[in-house]
């Protein structure tokens, strides 16, 4: 299985399984390396106080259950957005992105308020839950067929991760399909482009950006 914890080469001790140094940075992992480690060893002393072979599918049916039983939609979401911070800091995503997937996240504390009021597991999630959400983005958000489409595509990304991470055992999401609409572009016709050629313009800067506007088109 994947901590999820990075670290460069050169700061890793593959003989200790630890970060060296005592920066606030190897202090915290550590520590989260610790807790995997006692979690490990406290499930090994479980299957054995049960009398069960001890096993790696045993301890990693073990590990991954409990794990699912207790995660909700967004604290994965929040941990995920967390993730891309870490990234965008570090100039390898673009904010952009971070900015659309907050937003995802803004969107769904509101529903899940708007309708029970509190998060949902993972192992809740249905089919029916992609397709309301759809449809509070569209009649409550005022979202267009394609801003709700991209939502949900972020949404479903963000579950098949978790299916990838064995945090879930199948995506409730997989065969629903997003809808799009091809938007009707407009366009200018020969008189506007006749008249746009035609105007003066005294700004030396915007007469250039016409020139290039008209040379593009």
């Not at 972020?154 to 995506?171: G, Q, S, Y």
Request: proline letters at 2%; a positive charge.
């Amino acid at each position: 299985m994947a901590t999820h914890r990075h670290v460069e080469p050169y700061l890793w001790s593959a003989s200790g399984g630890k970060v060296k140094g005592k920066s606030d940075d190897a202090f915290e992992t550590n520590g989260a390396l610790d807790e995997i480690r006692k979690k490990v060893y406290d499930y090994k002393e479980l299957i054995l106080s049960q009398n069960r072979e001890l096993t790696v599918n045993a301890l990693r049916k073990k590990w991954f259950s409990e794990d699912q039983n207790n995660r909700t939609l967004l604290s994965v979401i929040r941990s995920s957005n967390m993730d891309l911070e870490k990234l965008v800091a570090k100039d390898i995503c673009k904010k952009s992105i971070l900015v659309k997937y907050k937003t995802n996240e803004k969107h769904l504390l509101d529903y899940l308020m708007a309708n029970n009021g509190c998060d949902i597991l993972l192992n809740d999630l249905s089919y029916e839950f992609a397709d309301s959400f759809q449809y509070y983005l569209q009649a409550e958000k005022g979202l267009s067929i394609n801003s709700s489409g991209k939502m949900i595509k972020n949404l479903k990304k963000v579950i098949r991760d978790c299916v990838d991470k064995n945090l879930m055992e199948r995506d409730p999401f997989w065969n629903y399909k997003v809808k799009h609409i091809d938007p009707k572009i407009p366009f200018l016709t020969m008189e506007e482009l006749q008249a746009s050629e035609k105007k003066e313009i005294t700004i030396k800067r915007l007469d250039t950006i016409q020139d290039i506007f008209l040379f593009a088109y």
